[in-house]
């Protein structure tokens, strides 16, 4: 069974993890906010067909992190880097929002340098484990089982579900993206 069956055929945006009770802990806060991040996400590549800076603008707009010109920055990473196939723009989209949101302002700032890098080591080990790699290529194979890289092959892409596929993975990255930056952050508080 493919990755994109697997997320099911009625799943059109990112899975609500918030339960929406009306409780507002802050824990519930929180899963509200991922929610809202994975469906700007998801929503946003949908609209605009750019997955890197689908992710990254989603991230950016709800934990307000924006850098002037990341996000012109990004466009050239999507379709694995230039359409290329290589590392999916999603993955891409979601480090620079890690790396804007927890990187150092200083180059002189190792320690700061450091949490970063876990943060983004740990997005990449999810998103390994999530879709078997990192290259778009192969996150297209896992969703439906093969890969979309000719002009040929476009309308069976789409008519597979592919794009939405993308989208879903847009979503599930910009949740976990921003999941990471404000568990690092919520470090900063504590310490």
Not at 47 to 52: L, P, R, V
Not at 132 to 160: I, N, Y
Not at 177 to 188: F, H, K, N, T, V
Request: net charge negative.
């Amino acid at each position: 069974m493919s990755k994109l069956e697997q997320l099911g055929e009625a799943q059109r945006r990112p899975q609500l993890l918030a339960t929406y009770s009306g409780d507002t802990s802050p824990e519930e806060l929180r899963a509200k906010l991922l929610d809202a991040i994975a469906q700007s996400a998801f929503t946003n590549l949908r609209t605009y067909s750019n997955c890197s800076r689908s992710t990254l603008r989603a991230v950016q707009e709800h934990l307000e992190t924006r850098c002037e010109g990341t996000v012109p920055a990004s466009v050239t990473l999507a379709g694995g880097i230039g359409g290329t196939g290589e590392t999916c723009g999603t993955v891409l989209g979601a480090l620079m929002a890690i790396g804007e949101a927890l990187g150092p302002d200083s180059m002189m700032d190792s320690a700061q340098d450091a949490r970063a890098k876990a943060a983004a080591r740990a997005f990449v080990v999810w998103f390994n484990e999530e879709y078997g790699g990192t290259r778009c290529f192969q996150v297209q194979d896992a969703l439906v089982g093969w890969h979309c890289d000719e002009a040929s092959k476009v309308e069976a892409w789409q008519e597979a579900g592919g794009p939405t596929g993308c989208a879903l993975v847009c979503g599930e990255a910009a949740r976990t993206a921003a999941r990471l930056i404000l568990e690092e952050w919520d470090s900063y508080e504590d310490s």
